[in-house]
């Protein structure tokens, strides 16, 4: 079996399982920080700086809360953002190990990645200095589309 092929399941799979437990079946996990100052503070701790809570806020979404998990091996901040009709997961780590699968497309210097799993659509890219994850019930074009937005804002 295709070792990339394997990599790229394992890390998408195991965004959309965080996303499932953490925010749909609102699974009670400790470590979420939920007022801005903790949040930001949570953000320079783990990536140096706290700009990309701001950056990386899609149009009409509220940051609500945010906590550092595991996906696959490597660590993440995971961002929780919320609108009238549903709420998403930003994973955001200092930029690591490629990401695995096809570019799609390139933005801003920062290549597309998107793939299907478990009734939810990952989309990620990698910027000069961080690597992204963002996890919806959305449809595949609107999942690419805040990917897209994203690394305009954070590359």
Sequence with gaps: MNHDWMRRLALYASAVDDHTEE???????????????????????QLGTSDAMRKLA?????????RVCDLGSEQYVHLD?????????IYIRPKGSKLPGVVIETVNGCALH???????????????????????DLPRAESIRLAREAAEQTA
Excluded: C
């Design 23 to 45: 925010i749909v079946q609102r699974a009670p996990i400790d470590g979420w920080r939920e007022t801005p100052e903790e949040i930001e503070k949570l953000l320079r701790k």
């Design 58 to 66: 899609p149009a009409d979404y509220k940051l609500t809360r945010a």
């Design 81 to 89: 953002y919320k609108n009238e009709q549903r709420e998403i997961s």
């Design 114 to 136: 998107a793939e299907s799993t478990g009734g939810f659509e990952v989309a990620g890219y990698q910027s000069e200095k961080f690597t992204v994850l963002i996890v919806s």
